[in-house]
Each structure stands twice: as structure tokens, then as C-alpha cells.
T-cell receptor
Framework: GDSVTQMEGPVTLSEEAFLTINCTYT??????LFWYVQYPGEGLQLLLK?????DKGSNKGFEATYRKETTSFHLEKGSVQVSDSAVYFC???????????FGTGTRLTIIP | DTAVSQTPKYLVTQMGNDKSIKCEQN?????MYWYKQDSKKFLKIMFS???????INETVPNRFSPKSPDKAHLNLHINSLELGDSAVYFC?????????????FGPGTRLLVL
């Protein structure tokens, strides 16, 4: 079945540091890939997505590239801010499944 | 204008009780979902409904019964609550059958069973 393996946290970085959160997946079909973010006490919000190989999703300075050859969708940001502190979830949607399969989430804390 | 709303936001109850969580979306989507997030933040699909019909039931105990009175609403009723049901429950919605479609999540209902 489908699965998502995500970098274990928690991750603590200083403000303006470079961020990478690794995500790899296994899927039976050709999935779409997503990053969702959950700020403290809130629900999930879509951060970015990519629907086919070599697509790059980007939003709020975050980027992730759909790499079919390595089955990866790593999240990156060049300079993090305190306001980026949240839990980040990698997820996939395999055609026809009509459900999201999530990774375990990575808690990110940015210190000033 | 909240796209996906849930009530209540917090729910504290005793073991053995029956409770319901309500979800409404105003996005005109045909598909709605319930997800459970445990204490370690792990998120897992519970149910999916498309236009009021159940399409996914991920081995959830039959104490959990979703009800969809219309395609804008998907309520979750839980009978005989157990300690292990304590979690955050998220409702979501999307257009159906389109794998690249974004799912929109509600703010969550934090359930604590004592």
C-alpha cells in the first residue's frame, strides 16, 4: 500500500538558518504530493503541492520538488523565521484512493 | 467565511458516554473526510464520503458512525467512548476523484475521554 516516510523531529533551528525536511514515499500509482502545515492549536493548511515528476511546489519561501526517480519530496526554505515554527506533514494522494496518506509529521521550532 | 467548520472545538467527557462532532463545509465539495490525529500527531483517515455515500472506511471500530445528511455536512457519532478515543478529529473536504485536488481541513475537535 501507499506510505510516506518523513524525517523524524523535533527539529530546532536558529532564525535565518536553512531548512530541509526529508520526505520519501511509496505508492502503487502516480500520486500527487503535498506538504501541509499545522500551527499550534490550529488545523492543517496546505503549504504547497506538486502533481507530476519534476514539478516544483512553492509558497511562503518554502519549496519542494517532485523527484520520481528517488521517490522524494523534500521541503526546503532558505531562511526560516520564528513564525515558521509548526508541525509539517508530507502527504500523498494516489489516484482513485481519494484519501491523503500522511507522514508522521515533523515538529519545527525556530529560535530567535 | 469559514470554509470547513467543526463543532465543538473541545469535548471533554466520561468513558462510556455517546457524543457527536459536527462538520460543515461551504465550498460546494462533494467529498468529505474524517481524520484522527493521535497524541503523537500521527494523522490517519477514518472515513470518506462522496455525495453522501460512504467510500472509505479504514477499519474503524463500529462504535464510530458517520452520518451525512447532505453533501455539505458529515457528522461523526461515537458510542461508548473509550480512553483510547482521546485525540484530535479533523474534518476535511475536496472535489472527488481528482488526485491533485487539495483537501481543506477544519480546525479540529479536541476530544478528551476521562
Amino acid at each position: 500500500g501507499d506510505s510516506v516516510t518523513q524525517m523524524e523531529g523535533p527539529v530546532t533551528l536558529s532564525e535565518e538558518a536553512f531548512l530541509t525536511i526529508n520526505c520519501t514515499y511509496t505508492a502503487t500509482g502516480y500520486p500527487s504530493l503535498f506538504w501541509y502545515v499545522q500551527y499550534p492549536g490550529e488545523g492543517l493548511q496546505l503549504l504547497l503541492k506538486a502533481t507530476k515528476a519534476d514539478d516544483k511546489g512553492s509558497n511562503k519561501g518554502f519549496e519542494a520538488t517532485y523527484r520520481k526517480e528517488t521517490t522524494s519530496f523534500h521541503l526546503e526554505k532558505g531562511s526560516v523565521q520564528v513564525s515558521d515554527s509548526a508541525v509539517y506533514f508530507c502527504a500523498l494522494n494516489d489516484f482513485g484512493n481519494e484519501k491523503l496518506t500522511f507522514g508522521t509529521g515533523t515538529r519545527l521550532t525556530i529560535i530567535p | 467565511d469559514t470554509a470547513v467548520s467543526q463543532t465543538p472545538k473541545y469535548l471533554v467527557t466520561q468513558m462510556g458516554n455517546d457524543k457527536s462532532i459536527k462538520c460543515e463545509q461551504n465550498l460546494g465539495h462533494d467529498t468529505m473526510y474524517w481524520y484522527k490525529q493521535d497524541s503523537k500527531k500521527f494523522l490517519k483517515i477514518m472515513f470518506s464520503y462522496n455525495n453522501k455515500e460512504l467510500i472509505i472506511n479504514e477499519t474503524v471500530p463500529n462504535r464510530f458512525s458517520p452520518k451525512s445528511p447532505d453533501k455539505a455536512h458529515l457528522n461523526l457519532h461515537i458510542n461508548s467512548l473509550e480512553l483510547g478515543d482521546s485525540a484530535v478529529y479533523f474534518c476535511a473536504s475536496s472535489r472527488p476523484g481528482v488526485r491533485e485536488e487539495t483537501q481543506y481541513f477544519g480546525p479540529g475537535t479536541r476530544l478528551l475521554v476521562l
